[in-house]
């Protein structure tokens, strides 16, 4: 329930990045209800403006919509959903790759431990 | 878009002691703003004069376009730091006394908030726990409909669970025509649920911003720049 | 809003008060009884209870009178009060119309006990003429008692409500100091009580009022009474206003909750 936020960075893009994750990895279903923006502030535990700059945001980038009765929505557009969700895996990948490039990893080695760590896991 | 409480030049001297100077602060309808600042800085007294327990030594205070008096405690909803509960009464009379007095407060909203945290309405204000008698008093102020919510430290001295359920119930009563004033030390706990900030440092308002204006300008939190500027 | 705090105000006392009440009025009855049929022990065991008892209602009468203005207002129970829409002059009067009807009834309620406990045939008779003889002595007749009735419940009401906002007054100014606030409330009703003394004497003593009482004395009587009726009542309601004004500048200019 608690919503952990960095203290460096504003919480509403935070929030762009935490609801996007839900809903790339389906717990916001494509096509589905999102809660109200009190309900969604509550359980995140953030101010509901802020909520709302961050999904105006989203709703900009086309990943929501607002049905003026209804409410707020998922996109069904899953295309886009996919597009969004490998824009931020390759966010995650430039992470790590530039921490251990930091490290002083070659790009063989890199590609090697990535791959030996992958066929351990399950 | 006018503000829903406005002061120029806010003056409050105690005998010697000038508790606040120069305030000018502007408070637009639909926002939580946190007063921020060490004990002693002046913000149980900035608050005071807004509820009209004080009045200024010089300046003016306006809330929705008039001086503070009977027609703005009718919409000014009060969470002081301390229990002002007496202990002759049961919950539902204070409920019912809360009824008779404010025009604005919604009984069954507070009946509601009362069973979701499993206090009974008929029990004796005199036998409540602190921390029971202080949610009361939460119940009692949020299940008013307000212009203007005062809490002050409302999550001082009260437990992480307490703590969660008083942000929680502030963030569900929020509605866009009503602003909440929260006055605090403990700032990294209520940081995300604020849009601005003021810091007051001796009586003296040293910085006014909105959270995300500190975050992005700054690149720090709330509380780590309130850290900086009140470093002793 | 006053309708709504007198409501409030009465229910919290009426707790404290009908209790009382109603206990001197059982035992009252009780000690009746026990006189008729003659129980000496039980009988003697039942005035001590009821002196008791009325002792205690008249303690508790001023106790209370206090405590709903100084626990209730100034205590932490005022930033409820204070902060709800009415004006202080409505916490003031609340209290105030409060207080005086307690101190009526109570006298009341005492009387009525002792008139159960003591009162007998004879002893009425007695009564009656007794009254009868002492107005005829002073010259009153039939027809100027109602006035002169209204006047007397006229005074007892006025001087209460001067007593009660003189103990308002003392209780006020005592938010002028931070700490031990019993003490400081205590000592302003002793500078008061010094005061008004000072002013007797003085009104006394310099022949200030010669004239008015020259001219009250030779009055015939009832005439006589109205007259110094109508000086009593000037009296209170200068004190009135004196100690309203001050409580009601103390809550409104200079209030400082603990």
């Known amino acids: ?122 | 878009m006018m503000a829903i409480l406005q002061c120029s030049n806010l003056e409050k001297t105690f005998g010697y002691k000038k508790a606040l100077s120069g305030v000018n602060l502007s408070f637009e309808k639909g926002r939580i703003v946190g007063l921020l600042g060490p004990n002693g800085s002046g913000k149980s007294t900035f608050i005071k004069l807004c509820n009209g327990l004080i009045t200024p030594t010089n300046g003016t205070i306006i809330i929705d376009g008039k001086a503070p008096g009977i027609e703005t405690k009718a919409i000014v909803s009060y969470l002081p730091e301390q229990t002002y509960l007496n202990d002759w009464m049961k919950v539902s009379d204070i409920f019912n006394f809360f009824d008779d007095f404010y025009a604005d407060f919604d009984i069954a909203r507070a009946r509601e908030m009362l069973s979701s945290l499993g206090i009974g309405e008929k029990e004796r204000l005199k036998t409540l726990s602190k921390g029971t008698k202080e949610k009361v008093q939460l119940i009692l102020v949020m299940a008013r409909q307000a212009k203007l919510y005062l809490l002050d430290e409302p999550i001082g001295g009260v437990d992480p669970a307490a703590r969660d359920y008083i942000l929680s119930t502030i963030i569900k009563n929020y509605n866009q025509d009503a602003t909440v004033v929260i006055s605090t030390h403990l700032i990294s706990d209520i940081e995300r649920v604020l849009d601005d900030v003021v810091f007051l440092k001796n009586g003296e308002v040293v910085l006014l911003s909105t959270v995300d204006d500190i975050r992005e300008g700054k690149g720090k939190s709330v509380d780590a720049l309130f850290r900086e500027v009140f470093k002793c | 809003m006053l309708g709504k705090l007198l409501k409030y105000e009465f229910k919290a006392t009426g707790r404290v008060f009908l209790p009382m009440f109603g206990a001197l009025l059982i035992i009252s009855v009780i000690n009746r009884l026990f006189s008729n049929l003659n129980f000496k022990i039980p009988s003697i065991i039942g005035k001590i209870i009821s002196i008791i008892l009325i002792v205690g209602i008249f303690a508790l009468t001023l106790i209370i009178t206090i405590q709903r203005f100084s626990k209730n207002l100034l205590g932490s129970e005022g930033y409820l009060m204070f902060t709800l829409p009415v004006r202080s002059d409505s916490l003031i009067w609340s209290k105030l119309i409060t207080a005086t009807v307690w101190n009526i009834v109570s006298m009341i309620v005492v009387l009525t006990a002792i008139t159960i406990m003591a009162l007998s045939d004879i002893s009425i008779k007695f009564i009656f003429k007794s009254i009868s003889e002492v107005l005829r002595f002073l010259n009153i007749r039939g027809g100027d008692i109602p006035l002169l009735g209204l006047e007397t419940v006229i005074a007892i009401v006025l001087s209460l409500f001067a007593f009660i906002l003189m103990l308002y007054a003392c209780l006020a100014l005592s938010m002028l100091v931070n700490k031990r606030r019993g003490l400081c409330a205590f000592a302003v009703f002793v500078i008061i009580n010094v005061i008004s003394q000072i002013i007797t004497s003085l009104a006394a003593t310099t022949g200030v009022l010669r004239g008015l009482y020259e001219y009250v004395a030779g009055l015939p009587i009832p005439r006589m009474f109205h007259a110094i009726f109508v000086i009593v009542f000037i009296i209170e309601l200068i004190e009135c206003v004196i100690f309203y004004v001050l409580t009601r500048f103390m809550l409104t200019r200079k209030l400082n909750l603990e």
Do not use: C, H
């Not at chain 1, 101010?47 to 999904?55: D, G």
């Open chain 1, 1 to 122: 329930m608690n919503w952990s936020f960095q203290p460096d960075r504003p919480i509403y893009v935070q929030l762009i990045e935490r609801i996007k994750l839900l809903i790339v990895s389906g717990a916001y279903p494509a096509g589905s209800r999102l809660p109200s923006v009190r309900d969604m502030a509550s359980e995140a535990s953030v101010n509901p403006n802020t909520l709302q700059k961050a999904l105006s945001e989203l709703e900009r980038e086309g990943l929501v919509y607002t049905q003026r009765t209804s409410g707020r929505f998922v996109t069904e557009d899953e295309n886009m959903i996919k597009q969004v969700k490998k824009e931020l895996a390759i966010e995650q990948i430039e992470l790590v790759t530039k921490k251990l490039i930091e490290m002083g990893f070659s790009k063989e080695e890199m590609l090697a431990l990535i791959e030996s760590r992958i066929k351990e896991m399950k």
